[in-house]
């Protein structure tokens, strides 16, 4: 599955996925360099909201501890910390997605140009 919508969100240019599909030249091409790009994107942000989800339910705990009453059961609190032992992975992360967002703007915009030439294959539009 190609990522196109990814192209839309961060570069503002509509890219059809069979375009992209299409590809003459065999081996690695702009192409194909575009699709890795997308996969790894759509991966880093998964795993992101995988992060988010996990740190999310260990702040709704602190919350649920701190509304407890005397006679309440309350769930335990990672003693690591919550954003202590997941911060710097989200951090990494998040640095991970901007540096795929540059590639990805880098190689659309090639790959814009590539378009424009009616020689080069089916073009891209602007999304708008």
Do not use: F
């Not at 954003?83 to 989200?90: E, I, Q, S, Y």
């Amino acid at each position: 599955m190609t990522h196109t919508h990814l192209i839309v969100k961060y570069c503002g240019v509509q890219v059809d996925p069979q375009a992209l599909a299409w590809t003459d030249a065999p081996g690695p091409n702009l192409a194909s360099e575009l699709r890795d790009v997308l996969i790894a994107l759509d991966s880093t942000e998964s795993r992101i909201a995988q992060l988010l989800t996990a740190i999310d339910r260990g702040l709704r705990d602190v919350g649920t501890v701190l509304a407890a009453g005397p006679a309440d059961q309350v769930p335990p609190i990672d003693q690591a910390g919550i954003l202590r032992a997941r911060g710097p992975h989200l951090d990494a992360l998040l640095a991970r997605r901007d540096a795929q967002i540059e590639h990805l703007r880098s190689i659309a915009r090639l790959w814009v140009t590539q378009q424009s030439d009616p020689a080069s294959g089916p073009p891209a539009t602007t999304a708008g």
